[in-house]
């Protein structure tokens, strides 16, 4: 792939900004168009549809930043000088081609694609049908960018692709695709998994946990557990499952408390058969299925464990592999903690709510990998290249 100068780059990202703030009206036109059609009744889906001057705003807040962060394609990873007399320089490379397919939200139309074309990559983006007005608008806009700065539009691609469509275009690849990142739910990544004949980057479900430790501060995880569960339900890092030790002091008391600010806070709870008998009123767990379970919605589960390691045993049964808590002033059970939970993120005190590329100083992001392969965490700028080994010789011959 051709690799485009820095400031040409810049150039793109300074016009997009231009435009974009000249077409507000249209873009909220066109999402209107979006919002009327909405027919579902999944909140979390509907809250990620909607654009409006403060989304606009982080639009052009997000291209703005990418502008400043240094150009991460041919950065020198190591050199090495050989006794053969090769010398060897391994440096950072664009994947190519990018597939990534998402529901819903407009903004990623603008955050994928402001990384991948940084990074030098060609991008293609499946969005939902949901926001169909909204992201044709926003890839006219960056069309517009490309084409000021004499760029071919192939650079960003916006597919237009039912389900059935949508597989023919994985298995039977009319172009080279070198990765695909699947945003979405379990059934899309399973999909994808299934049909893709290139590398898959899951960004996978939250289902996140958060344990309170038998050393917590009872007020400070009250105050994690409500920003952690209803600051932003349809964001992948909001919390699901809280889980408290049975050896908290005032443990009864603790619970009643914790269960009166989520429902006064119009949270649903529903308990294991532990917390039942503390918490008469709310409804158990009928399935052990729903520990494996993403809400998107105002609704948790509160369960009772005896350790620390039944709690870590637990989130990795369960958990998506994106975000997990310890609340404790017990500095050796939150390294334990850390060390043995398997998320992408490990958090001590802190709401799971700073999983985020722009919160974990990353910046805009692509995705939130739980994978672990190439990257596991915020796919930022940097995480959108690969390597590349320039071997410099005169004849050397292996013998």
Same mark, same amino acid.
């Given at each position: 792939?051709?690799?485009?100068?820095?400031?040409?780059k810049?150039?793109v990202?300074?016009?997009?900004?231009n435009i /974009?703030?000249?077409?507000?009206?249209?873009?909220?036109?066109?999402?209107?168009?979006?919002?009327?059609?909405?027919?579902?009744?999944?909140q979390?889906l509907?809250?990620?549809?909607?654009?409006?001057?403060?989304?606009?705003?982080?639009?052009?807040?997000?291209?703005?930043?990418?502008k400043?962060?240094?150009?991460?394609?041919?950065r &020198?990873?190591?050199?090495?000088?050989?006794?053969?007399?090769?010398?060897?320089i391994?440096?950072?490379?664009?994947?190519g081609?990018?597939?990534?397919?998402?529901e819903?939200?407009?903004?990623v139309?603008?955050e994928?694609?402001?990384?991948?074309f940084?990074?030098?990559?060609?991008?293609?983006?499946?969005?939902?049908?949901?926001?169909?007005?909204?992201?044709?608008?926003?890839v006219?806009?960056w069309?517009?960018?490309?084409? &000021?700065?004499?760029?071919?539009?192939?650079?960003?691609?916006?597919?237009?692709?039912n389900?059935?469509?949508?597989?023919?275009?994985?298995v039977?690849?009319?172009?080279q695709?070198?990765?695909?990142?699947?945003?979405g739910? &379990?059934?899309?990544i399973?999909?994808v998994?299934?049909?893709?004949?290139?590398?898959v980057?899951?960004?996978?479900?939250?289902?996140n946990?958060?344990?309170?430790?038998?050393?917590?501060?009872?007020?400070?995880?009250?105050?994690? /557990?409500?920003?952690?569960?209803?600051?932003?339900?349809?964001?992948?890092?909001?919390?699901?499952?809280?889980?408290?030790?049975?050896?908290i002091?005032?443990?009864?008391?603790?619970?009643?408390?914790?269960?009166e600010?989520?429902t006064?806070?119009?949270v649903?709870?529903?308990?294991?058969?532990?917390?039942?008998?503390?918490?008469?009123?709310?409804?158990t767990?009928?399935?052990?299925?729903?520990?494996?379970?993403?809400?998107?919605?105002?609704?948790?589960? /509160?369960?009772?464990?005896n350790?620390?390691?039944?709690?870590?045993?637990?989130?990795?049964?369960?958990?998506?592999?994106?975000?997990?808590?310890?609340?404790?002033?017990?500095?050796?059970?939150?390294?334990?903690?850390?060390?043995?939970?398997d998320?992408?993120?490990?958090?001590?005190?802190?709401?799971?709510?700073?999983?985020?590329?722009?919160?974990?100083?990353?910046?805009?992001?692509?995705?939130?990998?739980?994978?672990?392969?190439?990257?596991?965490?915020?796919?930022?700028?940097n995480?959108l290249?690969?390597?590349?080994?320039?071997?410099?010789?005169?004849?050397?011959i292996?013998?």
């Open positions: 792939m051709k690799l485009i100068d820095t400031d040409i810049n150039n990202l300074e016009s997009m900004i /974009i703030d000249a077409h507000r009206a249209e873009i909220l036109e066109a999402n209107k168009k979006d919002l009327e059609l909405f027919k579902s009744d999944d979390a509907y809250d990620r549809l909607v654009i409006n001057d403060k989304k606009i705003d982080g639009m052009i807040g997000a291209i703005s930043e990418v400043a962060q240094a150009d991460p394609v041919s &020198e990873i190591s050199t090495k000088n050989l006794d053969n007399g090769l010398k060897i391994n440096k950072t490379a664009p994947f081609t990018i597939l990534i397919i998402y819903s939200r407009p903004d139309t603008i994928a694609a402001v990384l991948a940084k990074a030098n990559n060609k991008i293609l983006l499946k969005g939902g049908k949901e926001a169909f007005h909204s992201n044709k608008v926003l006219d806009l069309h517009k960018a490309l084409e &000021e700065n004499k760029l071919s539009s192939d650079y960003i691609e916006l597919l237009t692709l389900r059935q469509e949508t597989q023919d275009f994985l039977n690849q009319s172009d695709l070198d990765l695909i990142v699947p945003r739910g &379990e059934r899309l399973a999909f998994k299934q049909n893709a004949q290139c590398p980057l899951v960004s996978g479900r939250g289902n946990f958060l344990y309170v430790d038998e050393k917590a501060s009872w007020q400070k995880s009250l105050e994690v /557990i409500l920003n952690a569960k209803t600051h932003k339900i349809s964001a992948c890092n909001a919390l699901d499952k809280i889980l408290i030790n049975a050896n002091d005032d443990y009864q008391n603790k619970v009643k408390e914790l269960a600010l989520l006064q806070n119009g649903e709870i529903l308990v294991d058969d532990q917390v039942k008998s503390i918490l008469k009123d709310q409804p767990i009928e399935d052990d299925d729903i520990w494996n379970q993403e809400f998107l919605a105002m609704k948790c589960v /509160i369960g009772e464990v350790s620390l390691a039944d709690a870590i045993q637990k989130i990795n049964d369960h958990s998506g592999g994106h975000s997990a808590t310890i609340m404790t002033e017990n500095n050796e059970s939150s390294d334990l903690f850390m060390e043995q939970v998320c992408a993120a490990v958090y001590k005190n802190a709401s799971t709510r700073f999983t985020d590329g722009g919160q974990m100083g990353v910046g805009a992001e692509l995705a939130i990998s739980t994978d672990k392969l190439h990257h596991r965490g915020p796919l930022g700028l995480q290249v690969t390597n590349k080994y320039y071997v410099y010789g005169d004849g050397q292996r013998v």
